[in-house]
């Protein structure tokens, strides 16, 4: 088979042997892909550069069906995305992303979830530091919503009711979403109230808004919703880096 061309991040690398590197790249038209770059570690030994975690280029692999592991030819990168590395809290929301991606997404391609990481992770890397938490929830809920796990917002998830803008709620992570006032909910729910359901629908949009309200909870519902619903349970270590620093987020209480 010829070797394709494709776009392509780089989300995880293991060493495979004194001179190989074993890469997992989600690419925009390939899908998730795990590849043998041979020679990668020696080139890096001897100054010629090697595609960096959350780096985006231009790849060249073989793809030979019911092979686990591909042929990476060439890889030119068009991103080094350096500047994650630079705050803890932005490395730690890409990495949370990655798993996400690396957990769900599979070898069918999909370009909205390739450009919503990408875009994601552009805006994480280049914005304020004082935003930083707002950006990672956008680019994580982002994958949420694109990987079609997204939270029913519009709705009660008891009655099916259509909920007004201006209503109270109570999120009900096991059901996945909102229910309305006249429905009973769990007593871990949380409060939601008009202006917390906007922000999070900026968030599903891979939107930060601005003047993020209760951050701490914004990350602790996607901490509990992704390991309800898409990790099986098992919470990614990556979220204990994201607590935000007091002095740089309001904390008005969460249902305003």
């Known amino acids: 088979m010829p070797a394709i061309a494709t776009a392509a991040i780089l989300l995880r690398t293991h060493p ?3 001179s190989s590197r074993v890469l997992r790249f989600y690419t925009r038209d390939l899908g998730l892909l795990s590849v043998m770059a041979r020679g990668v570690r020696r080139a890096a030994s001897r100054g010629r550069g090697a595609p960096g975690t959350f780096g985006e280029g231009m790849a060249v692999i073989t793809v030979r069906d ?8 060439e890889f030119t990168p ?3 995305r ?4 630079g705050d803890f809290r932005r490395l730690a ?11 769900h997404a599979g070898q069918e391609p999909n370009a909205e979830l390739f450009d919503s990481l990408a875009a994601g992770l552009d805006r994480l890397e280049t914005g304020s530091p004082v935003g930083a938490t707002g950006e990672v929830l956008a ?7 694109v990987l079609g796990f997204g939270p029913e917002l519009g709705s009660c998830t008891a009655c099916g009711r259509a909920l007004e803008a201006g209503e109270m709620g109570r999120f009900d992570v096991a059901a996945g979403g909102l229910r309305g006032p006249e429905c009973p909910a769990p007593a871990a729910s949380r409060r939601i109230g008009p202006m917390a359901r906007a ?11 601005r003047g993020l309200l209760k951050p701490r909870a914004h990350l602790s519902l996607l901490d509990d919703f992704t390991t309800f619903h898409m990790l099986g349970g098992r919470r990614l270590g990556s979220f204990r880096f994201l607590d935000p620093p007091d002095d740089t987020q309001p904390e008005e209480p969460c249902g305003d």
């Open 82 to 85: 350096l500047g994650l590395a």
């Open 139 to 145: 680019l994580c809920w982002r994958m949420v919503q």
């Open 16 to 18: 495979y042997s004194e």
């Open 93 to 103: 929301g890409a990495s949370v992303a990655a798993e996400l991606v690396l957990r």
């Open 66 to 73: 019911n092979r686990e592991l591909q042929l990476l030819h």
């Open 78 to 80: 068009t991103k080094a």
């Open 199 to 209: 922000q999070l629908s900026s968030l599903l949009a891979g939107e930060a808004p």
